[in-house]
T-cell receptor
């Protein structure tokens, strides 16, 4: 079953604008990760935030985590046409199971 | 190898035939995951291996689906008596298990088409 749910399902913005995607999850986690997918094939890891962290930055990416609300957001600043892709959040469950569960994804389109 | 390798990259099979999909993870990665993705959809979890054992098989859609992993390395996903609804991209990922959290590395997937 899909634990993470992203919103919006689709987002279209102009180049240079910021894009914000949200993710909600249901169970206790060890960490939360964001991935990017082009052309419906392999996913590429973008950023990981641990359950004891609240915010993390990597280049133009900023991710936040609110464990009390079981939610995370991914912000891409100064978007480029090349950022057009599907973005997925994934949670790693706490405990020994270490299941990696993906959400349904946000399709981001950046218009030149 | 340098990354996760999946084979074949594309497979067209007739309805009712069996297929085997292979995943060769990154050396040393103890966790291995299989997912299925239909066109324009999210990743549907199928099965997770930790070493050679599968603590979570809850995502396998039916008893036509099975998977194994040997030597803590290569994994094979087998679909018996394929149906048209099995058509999808099958993705494999591997991950090192670390206390601080580690990223998953994905293969390029196998696109399965059942005709």
């Amino acid at each position: 079953s899909q634990q993470g749910e992203e919103d919006p399902q689709a987002l279209s913005i102009q180049e240079g604008e910021n894009a914000t995607m949200n993710c909600s999850y249901k169970t206790s986690i060890n960490n939360l990760q964001w991935y990017r997918q082009n052309s419906g094939r392999g996913l590429v890891h973008l950023i990981l935030i641990r359950s004891n962290e609240r915010e993390k930055h990597s280049g133009r990416l900023r991710v936040t985590l609110d464990t009390s609300k079981k939610s995370s957001s991914l912000l891409i600043t100064a978007s480029r046409a090349a950022d057009t892709a599907s973005y997925f959040c994934a949670t790693v469950s706490s405990g020994s199971a270490r299941q990696l569960t993906f959400g349904s994804g946000t399709q981001l389109t950046v218009l030149p | 190898g340098a990354g996760v390798s999946q084979s074949p990259s594309n497979k067209v099979t007739e309805k009712g035939k069996d297929v085997e999909l292979r995943c060769d993870p990154i050396s040393g990665h103890t966790a291995l995951y299989w997912y299925r993705q239909s066109l324009g959809q999210g990743l549907e979890f199928l099965i997770y291996f930790q070493g050679n054992s599968a603590p979570d098989k809850s995502g396998l859609p039916s008893d036509r689906f099975s998977a194994e992993r040997t030597g803590g390395s290569v994994s094979t996903l087998t679909i018996q008596r394929t149906q048209q609804e099995d058509s999808a991209v099958y993705l494999c990922a591997s991950r090192a298990i670390g206390g601080g959290g580690t990223e998953a590395f994905f293969g390029q997937g196998t696109r399965l088409t059942v005709v």
